[in-house]
């Protein structure tokens, strides 16, 4: 990072007043550590469970663990900044943010697109699922994942970086987003701009088309299911990754593949706003924690550990009776 032109930006957030401010902070603390916690729990039993050792669920384990970092990204600065009052982010921690926050969304597209092709080997070729989708092959695809997000935002990033900043050092935004970013530069952004909406269209069109067609495929396997409950549980299983999809790449269509201008970079927050708060947030319960195994294994677990703790305490009881016993017959 070679730009000398400025040291730290300024987060100009949400043009609210103070008091609304704090109320919004408790909000979105409420929902970073139940965001956290939900995420940990699915990971927690994800390992835990052999009956969810499957590749459905090692690819929502992989969710959770995106959702984290995802959520942690923006949240803790944000949190400061609304707590503190004080809005400022260094020149380097702006670019890192940057960098995770479209690396972690790229990476969220892939593991989604994945995700749709896990469930067509299932419901089309049920037969042939566990040979298509080994263990090999679902690591393969994770890392594929995490490996194309980390590289493909990694020259957009450092070419941010290495922008001269001279307009100003507010950003119209509650984080450092590329958008408002290159608004403040005064160096040539045509270049940088071009390679945005061209990364940004190739990952979610091509993600929205593969998904739509796999489910276009699913859809009529699922026609041709002959038990009306095992319609529904597909039917279930499917609607759910759909309308995450859907929600997700509308929303990445509206703020980066449509053409930017800054009298609507106001308008983007509110979206922005439910892909980094409020979409980790929910992902579990939609994806996971309504999954009836997984409520099972919740549920296994939970009477387990009541279990063990009630033994545990009727032991702790035992033994104080004995010595008390033992003490009042020496008296």
């Not at 009052?85 to 926050?101: E, L, N, P, R």
């Not at 040979?131 to 194309?148: D, E, K, R, Y």
């Not at 759909?242 to 979206?271: A, D, N, R």
């Amino acid at each position: 990072m070679e730009n000398q032109s400025v040291s730290e930006f300024i987060l100009l957030g949400f043009s609210i007043g103070r008091p609304a401010e704090l109320l919004l902070a408790v909000l979105f603390l409420a929902t970073y550590i139940a965001s956290l916690g939900a995420n940990i729990i699915i990971l927690c039993i994800i390992l835990a469970d052999n009956r969810l050792h499957t590749p459905m669920y090692f690819f929502l384990g992989n969710v959770s663990i995106l959702d984290i970092f995802f959520t942690s990204v923006i949240s803790p600065q944000l949190l400061r900044n609304l707590f503190s009052g004080d809005k400022s982010i260094s020149f380097a921690a702006c670019m890192v943010q940057s960098y995770f926050y479209f690396f972690l969304g790229t990476v969220e597209f892939l593991l989604l697109t994945s995700m749709s092709c896990d469930r067509y080997a299932a419901i089309c070729s049920p037969l042939q699922y566990h040979a298509i989708m080994n263990s090999q092959v679902c690591i393969q695809m994770v890392l594929g994942c995490w490996l194309a997000g980390f590289l493909s935002v990694l020259i957009p990033i450092i070419m941010i970086s290495r922008l001269s900043y001279c307009k100003s050092n507010v950003i119209n935004h509650f984080f450092c987003d590329s958008g408002p970013l290159l608004d403040l530069s005064c160096s040539d952004i045509h270049l940088i701009e071009l390679m945005d909406f061209v990364l940004s269209s190739v990952v979610i069109l091509c993600s929205l088309v593969l998904t739509l067609v796999s489910y276009i495929c699913i859809i009529s396997a699922i026609i041709h299911i002959s038990t009306a409950s095992g319609q529904a549980k597909a039917f279930n299983t499917c609607a759910t990754h759909l309308t995450i999809i859907s929600i997700s790449c509308g929303i990445s269509i509206f703020i980066y593949v449509t053409p930017s201008q800054k009298e609507t970079l106001e308008i983007h927050k509110v979206p922005a706003l439910l892909t980094t708060i409020v979409c980790p947030f929910l992902n579990p319960f939609f994806f996971t924690l309504k999954n009836d195994l997984v409520k099972l294994v919740l549920r296994d677990m939970l009477r387990q550990n009541t279990e063990l703790i009630s033994h545990k305490v009727w032991e702790v009881l035992g033994k104080n009776g004995h010595v008390m016993w033992g003490s009042h017959a020496k008296v």
